[in-house]
């Protein structure tokens, strides 16, 4: 009799068929999970621990070295000069234009015989070897200013220092010419110095220059 009744309690505290079928089932769901997790953080931080201890390296991965302070002059790497790597522009050609020719202004003629006939000298002689045309040799100062008067102030016209029987002359001359031939052919020759003589002397410049 008591035996049946000790029976019956103990089937009555067992838990009810499947219910422990459903604790085990969400064990194995949600407790197995958990517990992994829960093993792999404390078997890390063991391996950390134990790494430390026992001198073993963990690899981590590399980071750039920090160096503490400033670098110096000749540490420190070249700057990159943007403009040298830029190709060098074309150098223009500068032209500078050339000065112009100064203004050769000629010098009045001296208002004496004297004067002009040294100062025609000069030009002629300045003018180089050549020929010359020699329309009069006088000596008499008033009728060679006369002359010089009527024929009037030409380029080619050349009043000449002279001597004549010991006396101090003056040559009327016309033009500069490279042969005596070019100056017999001479042409437009004033007409108060072509009516000093028909035919007028061909001379070289040496024979008229003093």
Not at 6 to 25: F, I, V
Not at 138 to 150: H, L, P
Not at 171 to 197: E, K, N, Q, T
């Amino acid at each position: 009799m008591a035996s049946s009744k000790s029976r019956s309690k103990t089937r009555g505290s067992e838990p009810p068929p499947g219910t422990w079928r459903a604790e085990w089932r969400h064990f194995w769901v949600v407790g197995v999970p958990l517990v992994a997790v829960l093993g792999t953080l404390t078997l890390g931080a063991a391996l950390e621990v134990d790494s430390d201890a026992a001198g073993v390296s963990v690899l981590t991965p590399p980071t750039e070295p920090v160096v503490e302070g400033t670098l110096s002059l000749d540490e420190r790497p070249p700057a990159v000069a943007f403009r040298d790597m830029a190709p060098a522009p074309a150098r223009e050609e500068v032209v500078e234009p050339s000065p112009s020719p100064t203004e050769v202004r000629a010098e009045p003629r001296p208002e004496t015989l004297v004067g002009r006939a040294r100062y025609d000298a000069g030009r002629l002689a300045a003018a180089g070897p050549g020929w010359t045309l020699q329309y009069l040799l006088a000596c008499d100062a008033d009728n060679v200013r006369q002359v010089m008067s009527r024929i009037g102030e030409h380029e080619q016209l050349y009043l000449l220092p002279g001597l004549h029987a010991g006396r101090s002359c003056f040559r009327v001359c016309w033009g500069h010419f490279a042969s005596r031939d070019r100056a017999l052919a001479a042409r437009s020759i004033p007409a108060p110095l072509a009516a000093l003589s028909e035919r007028p002397l061909p001379r070289p410049t040496e024979a008229v220059l003093p």
